[in-house]
């Protein structure tokens, strides 16, 4: 009897590190203290925003439930700290479900069922995203799940109606690559760069271009963070922006977009990196956007950044190539992250208009960086989201986020 896809290519692996240990020395030490909702998971459960990328609720919350019921040993108390790639751990779960998605999509693609093709790549690549959630550097299981994430996301890339190419930016003697998306290639067009948060990589950005910037005629080019995705082999210091100015060199070489006409929005800590930009490279851009940004008390005040879910300190000490067993030295380590400690915020204005995105009592971005954020821009406006996370917020603000961008360029 032939063994099926996911048999053949996924058979569980005990020998593997288990993610919550990879940059934390006591990982074994973590309860659900501090966690968010009161709950035992290490991972900040996204299931607004997953759904939001259409994954299916119920398909995740089964997927959950596996996780929780599974009685293997555990690095620590957490749910999701299963070690080994075998039933119950995070990674090994979220490949079952990326791997069926992606047998489905390729009998639709031999049926010649376009659509459907294309949406269940779309599916196996983010699920196969979120395998890999929260994208360790030296995460062993993560690093295949990225594999098979490009790859679906290539292959529904080729089932759909807008244009894909993948731009190779050089840097200090290698090569980033980044997905362009273009509504199509008749004419020239604006370009928008974006990045997400720490915890982010491309492959999960496209609905953004997908559902509002295609239809606006606006090209989306995704970068990743330092220390993340394509960018692994740098690390998140204090000149956080360099991956960024590098693409902007790049863009006259690049000849499906206009240069002149170009803005950033930036997602979480990639809005620390926009803001950056606003000062740095104003004469590159005609617009920037942050959203939800933490672009200064995080790094300032020793209290907050100790609070922080566990899986945030490490992905700050992944990304800068620390480890997270120490807060108080990883604190310090990030404290020249703020853009006020830099001298950047909090002086003169930028000329750049600015588009700041807020949310009432944001642990990680407080209205103190959204006051900072305002003043820093002579042309600035600030949106307030609801508390709650929701479908509705992330639809509302993009669909604002695009208006406005569409005025700018």
Same mark, same amino acid.
């Given at each position: 009897?032939?063994?099926?896809?996911?048999?053949?290519?996924?058979k569980?692996?005990?020998?593997?590190v288990?993610?919550?240990t &990879?940059? *934390?020395?006591?990982?074994?030490?973590?309860?659900?203290?501090?966690?968010?909702?009161?709950r035992?998971w290490?991972?900040?459960?996204r299931?607004?925003?997953?759904a939001w990328?259409?994954?299916d609720?119920?398909?995740?919350?089964?997927?959950?439930?596996?996780?929780?019921?599974?009685?293997?040993?555990?690095?620590?108390?957490?749910?999701?700290?299963?070690?080994?790639y075998?039933?119950? *751990?995070w990674?090994?779960?979220?490949?079952? +479900?990326?791997?069926?998605?992606?047998v489905?999509?390729?009998?639709?693609?031999?049926?010649?069922?376009q659509?459907?093709?294309y949406?269940e790549?779309?599916?196996?690549?983010?699920?196969? %995203?979120?395998?890999?959630y929260?994208?360790?550097?030296?995460?062993?299981?993560?690093?295949?799940a990225?594999?098979l994430? /490009?790859s679906?996301?290539v292959?529904?890339?080729?089932?759909?109606?807008?244009?894909?190419k993948?731009?190779?930016?050089?840097?200090?003697?290698?090569?980033?690559?980044?997905?362009?998306?273009?509504p199509? %290639?008749d004419?020239?067009?604006? &370009?928008?760069?974006?990045?997400?948060?720490?915890?982010?990589?491309? %492959?999960?950005?496209?609905?953004?271009?997908?559902?509002?910037?295609?239809?606006?005629?606006?090209?989306?080019?995704?970068?990743?963070l330092?220390g993340?995705?394509?960018?692994?082999?740098?690390?998140l210091q204090?000149?956080?922006?360099?991956?960024?100015?590098? &693409?902007?060199?790049?863009?006259p070489?690049v000849?499906?977009?206009? /240069?002149?006409?170009?803005?950033?929005?930036?997602?979480?800590f990639?809005? *620390?990196?926009?803001?950056?930009?606003?000062?740095?490279a104003?004469?590159?851009?005609?617009?920037?956007?942050?959203?939800g940004?933490?672009?200064?008390?995080?790094?300032?005040?020793?209290q907050?950044?100790?609070?922080?879910?566990?899986?945030?300190?490490?992905?700050?000490?992944n990304?800068?190539?620390s480890n997270?067993?120490?807060?108080?030295?990883?604190?310090?380590?990030?404290?020249?992250?703020?853009?006020? %400690?830099?001298?950047?915020?909090?002086?003169?204005?930028?000329?750049?208009?600015?588009?700041?995105?807020? +949310?009432?009592?944001?642990?990680?971005?407080?209205?103190?960086?959204?006051?900072?954020?305002n003043?820093?821009?002579?042309h600035?406006? &600030?949106?307030?989201?609801?508390?709650?996370?929701?479908?509705?917020n992330?639809?509302?603000i993009?669909t604002?986020v695009?208006?406005w961008?569409?005025?700018?360029?």
């Open positions: 009897m032939k063994e099926n896809l996911s048999e053949v290519l996924f569980p692996r005990i020998n593997v288990e993610t919550s &990879v940059s *934390n020395s006591n990982a074994a030490q973590s309860t659900a203290i501090g966690q968010e909702e009161g035992n290490y991972r900040l459960l299931r607004e925003y997953w990328l259409g994954l609720p119920i398909e995740t919350e089964r997927l959950f439930a596996s996780i929780a019921m599974c009685d293997k040993p555990r690095t620590s108390e957490l749910l999701d700290t299963i070690g080994g075998q039933p119950g *751990n990674n090994y779960e979220w490949m079952q +479900r990326a791997v069926g998605h992606q489905k999509a390729k009998q639709a693609a031999e049926e010649g069922e659509q459907q093709a949406s790549f779309l599916q196996a690549s983010y699920s196969a %995203t979120v395998a890999a929260p994208h360790f550097k030296g995460d062993d299981l993560a690093t295949s990225h594999a994430a /490009h679906n996301f292959s529904a890339m080729e089932h759909s109606q807008y244009q894909c993948i731009i190779n930016v050089p840097i200090e003697g290698k090569q980033v690559p980044c997905y362009l998306h273009l199509d %290639t004419s020239v067009k604006p &370009v928008v760069l974006v990045s997400g948060g720490l915890d982010t990589i491309q %492959t999960e950005l496209y609905p953004f271009f997908e559902r509002f910037l295609a239809p606006a005629g606006i090209a989306m080019l995704c970068i990743d330092p993340a995705g394509h960018c692994s082999h740098w690390k204090q000149d956080s922006s360099k991956i960024h100015l590098a &693409v902007l060199d790049h863009l070489e000849p499906w977009v206009d /240069h002149a006409r170009v803005a950033m929005l930036g997602y979480r990639a809005g *620390n990196v926009a803001a950056r930009l606003a000062f740095i104003s004469q590159r851009l005609r617009a920037v956007v942050t959203v940004a933490p672009v200064d008390r995080l790094f300032t005040d020793i907050r950044f100790q609070n922080l879910p566990q899986m945030y300190q490490d992905c700050l000490a990304r800068s190539g997270a067993g120490n807060t108080e030295s990883l604190f310090y380590r990030c404290l020249p992250l703020s853009l006020k %400690t830099q001298g950047i915020l909090g002086g003169p204005r930028t000329k750049l208009p600015m588009f700041v995105v807020g +949310r009432k009592n944001d642990a990680i971005s407080p209205q103190t960086d959204i006051s900072l954020l003043m820093a821009s002579s600035c406006e &600030v949106e307030m989201l609801k508390e709650v996370d929701s479908l509705e992330y639809n509302q993009f604002k695009t208006h961008l569409q005025k700018q360029l």
